[in-house]
């Protein structure tokens, strides 16, 4: 920046490590990639662009930079979230939607492109990270492809052609940014989250959803040092992966993950509720008549005021958009335990400081 | 405002009282909220942001702000003018279409959100009181049902649940908005506009449009003390509390207001004739037959330059958009009569105002 | 500008000629209305900017400004390169797409809008005039009406009702601010252009697509004193009067252009091939069945390194979006004499520079 940032957010940008080598691009697509410390010194600078909002907002650190958001998927936390972090960083917005008003996108390689997409992922991502200096996409995962949709393809393909970080704004595996917002939110809630108790809870829900929230949350949690536990039903396991990605984190902050189906118990004593409907990626519950079956027999899943006097005054967090009813109880969504808006005003803070840490070693001349 | 405004801009402002109780948001439903004195106070500043808006665009008076517009309905004018007024002054503008790109929202209270809504108007509402410091909302009443829609159903939800100001972008009963632009259009063709005739008459459409801006219209008119006439054909009338508070500011502004149906004698020496469409919403031509039997009927009724020439060399006035030979003749709308330009522009300066007014008491830290 | 600019970008802009009489507007419909001297003019503006982008952010020299772009096509570098062109220079983008979120448009002369269309181009370009400093229009042909589309008549009604200077974003006849890039790109690959041998090759594509570009890219080869070269299979004519512009650029610039349907014999030597899709506009081939005909007939016209080899290690030139195996083999698109994305990088500065001299004799107070 060629401009004098408030103390508190020059200091805490400067300790945000780099997590890329210096030949590579710092992509977001996990919310991994900045490890434990790096997720920790990101919290910290969001919470020190908040506090320093105003100011920012004169100075514009990030004046003449831009931020591209390619929605593949409905949004609306996201986009007007990330509008907002760009608006009070000084920073331009751009907002792609393919289908509406732009060209349809080839994504196969080796194709002779005689149908109907008339611009291929590479020229497409290759010219976006020309004009933009970070590029966010959300893009579902295509259910009954797990395998393939695992990797992030849509990601992988921008990551590959454009030259430019890239930011995952929601995809099959993670939605990092909701996570970074949810380790501040859960900062804010507990000084000290060293051992408290994270409950990440299964909820029925009418549509088959992605994992990517409750793997960012449960990464969320460990990050933190928060004794985390998973509840849901049999069959509706999360990836593997995500599941070893959580142990590793926990025995980095010297903490506990555990799985259970038994979700009374894993209430018990909980400091947090996080709530998130998704449905199976494999066996018979993947199946759309095999989940609206499960789904009626699992109504008892649905988050109520009586789950949440298990615990310990817990906080109840949601990602939103939710169920009302559904996967949560107006009452206990609406009432003095809920922080769901806190969580998503937090995105803006959360991607504010991602920008600035992604821009802070790599500027455009 | 933490920067040196021009003197008159920052005198305008300071001018400006306050339409809400300290434990209230200053919502902007009606436009009547201010009341006539807040609402010349807003003029004046609209008029002082227009002359320097040079310098306050380099100011940035409103940096860091930001302006969610929830667009219900379609747009030309307030979307772009609200885009404009928010640029001049620094603000980011938010642009949402509900059912593109984004979820789409449930309104009932008390629901098991078991169908087609993702998100329910609480949360959204919520979520984008803590994106942006101002909230728009365009929704035009559903037709049928006038008894519920005269209460603005969906602008009250979204006051409901949303720690921001609203502003209403258009709803059933009124388009405060263009109302304000029209009280600054009327005040600079007449800088004393006390006693001049001003004509509101109805206009055959083939669509049955809603009533809120001949309401606004009135209303604009009996805040600057002209004599307000409404013209329309029997069957077609207004809403009976719209009809009242143009009663009362009337009264207090100490000018007339009468309703006829008698068009030739409405036009009668008229200094502004200001022309809009608008269905019945009740009787029998209420009805889209009921509508189109009677337009047809009502041909006449199209403003024509042998109308004008009744007037007191009167100047035409339109919201737009507007049809041509069937609302007004070509050569009316392009003459030298119309200022429908200058309606539409003032859109920017009204709003301007509004929203340096609606920030001014209540900044977020 | 009531601002200091850095000193090269201010002697830049200082020699850029007005286009326009006192009594016009300096449209840019055709892209030719700068003549030569002022195209060159521009281009060196437009490397200024460049070059010092980040200083300009700060300084946001058309900050207050807006310019309004209206996407009745589809777009993907238009829209974001003047997005982000607006952004360096602190403008506002107003983004507009005719029947997503705001009113259908009526374009007929006399007419009684008795039908679907809400409001007149007449109204619409007026009001547009009054928000945006500049408006952008992209609107790409009705096939099978040449004689009326080469008129441009979308931008022709703008140009007639709006009090600002209108940009074409691509019409039936030019796409100039392609060409501007084009033209900028040119003169980054040789500072000497003057004699180099650009090769203008038309290419198959499933569709029939608009001839603007291939006469843009023409004129842009010739304005710099290229020796052009333009080949087509036979029954793929460019229209006449863009063919003959290039003749009068090209003896203006003492260099040569030439037509020819041998393909080879027009790559021998080629410094620049440039390869471009379109459908005939007269002829058999104009028809949808007459074009798949020809195109399954021509496929050995899609650009492959062989044909490449011909040239004196040329660089390969295409506009975007383009469609793999089809246009051009993906070794040469993504191979190292591909400058595309330097093409579609260059957008942004041709169109900032283009917006700066718009607006420098021509002020809104």
Not at 8 to 31: K, Q
Not at 197 to 205: E, F
Not at 268 to 293: C, F, I, M, Q
Request: glycine share 8%.
């Amino acid at each position: 920046m060629d401009i004098q940032l408030p103390a508190d957010v020059a200091s805490a940008l400067d300790a945000v490590p780099s997590w890329a080598a210096d030949s590579e691009l710092p992509h977001f697509l996990t919310g991994l990639e900045p490890g434990r410390d790096g997720t920790l010194a990101l919290v910290r600078l969001a919470r020190a662009v908040r506090t320093h909002q105003r100011e920012l907002a004169r100075l514009r650190p990030l004046a003449g930079h831009s931020f591209a958001g390619m929605f593949f998927d409905p949004s609306l936390r996201t986009r007007q979230s990330m509008h907002v972090a760009c608006a009070k960083l000084g920073a331009a917005f751009l907002d792609l939607q393919p289908g509406s008003g732009m060209w349809t996108l080839e994504f196969r390689d080796e194709v002779m492109m005689d149908g109907g997409a008339a611009e291929h992922v590479a020229e497409a991502a290759g010219v976006l990270g020309r004009y933009a200096d970070i590029l966010g996409i959300r893009a579902f995962p295509t259910r009954g492809q797990w395998e393939r949709e695992r990797t992030q393809p849509v990601h992988a393909a921008f990551a590959a052609h454009a030259d430019a970080p890239i930011v995952n704004l929601e995809g099959p595996m993670a939605h990092p940014c909701q996570g970074l917002a949810d380790t501040l939110t859960l900062s804010d809630l507990f000084p000290e989250p060293k051992r408290k108790k994270m409950v990440v809870t299964w909820a029925p829900h009418p549509k088959q959803l992605p994992l990517a929230t409750p793997h960012s949350a449960l990464w969320a949690g460990a990050n933190l040092g928060c004794d985390v536990v998973l509840t849901h039903p049999e069959g509706f396991e999360l990836d593997p992966w995500a599941i070893e990605q959580t142990h590793r984190l926990a025995k980095e902050a010297g903490s506990s993950f555990d799985v259970t189906s038994d979700r009374e118990a894993a209430l018990e004593g909980a400091d947090v509720v996080y709530a998130k409907a998704w449905g199976a990626v494999t066996g018979p519950e993947s199946t759309a008549g095999g989940h609206a079956n499960a789904i009626s027999a699992l109504r008892n899943w649905t988050v109520r005021s009586s789950d949440l006097e298990r615990g310990n005054n817990p906080r109840f967090m949601h990602c939103l958009p939710v169920r009302r009813g559904v996967v949560v109880s107006a009452d206990v969504l609406e009432g003095p335990r809920s922080v769901v808006l806190d969580q998503a005003e937090n995105r803006i803070w959360g991607q504010a400081a991602l920008m600035m840490a992604l821009l802070q070693g790599r500027k455009k001349s």
